[in-house]
């Protein structure tokens, strides 16, 4: 069997050796064995709602923190502008 460069590890390598960076330059690093390993299957661990609804929350919370940034600014702002309109030249000079 002939390896190409398209195709996976597990197909391409029975019975041969893996070549890496590290065993291309020197002989320092002995090459490494592939074998082929069966895909685990996770069927006990899956996602409960609680992480489902813990990721929304998170994931609401940093797309409405830049609109709430915007709007206290503007309404720090037009209160600025409210307050400092309403003063009279003594008062903006006492404060």
């Not at 597990?10 to 041969?16: D, I, L, M, N």
């Not at 390993?37 to 661990?45: A, E, W, Y």
């Not at 929304?56 to 940034?69: D, E, Q, T």
Request: aromatic share 10%.
């Amino acid at each position: 069997m002939r390896c190409w460069q398209g195709t996976p590890t597990t197909r391409c390598a029975v019975g041969r050796t893996r070549l890496t960076r590290a065993n291309a330059r020197s002989s320092a690093f002995p090459p490494l064995p592939v074998r082929e390993v069966p895909m685990k299957r996770n069927l006990v661990n899956f996602t409960r709602g609680s992480q489902l609804l813990g990721h929304f929350s998170f994931m609401f919370a940093a797309g409405l923190k830049g609109p709430l940034i915007i709007a206290a600014l503007v309404i720090s702002w037009t209160s600025w502008w409210t307050i400092s309109a309403g003063l009279t030249d003594h008062e903006v000079y006492l404060c």
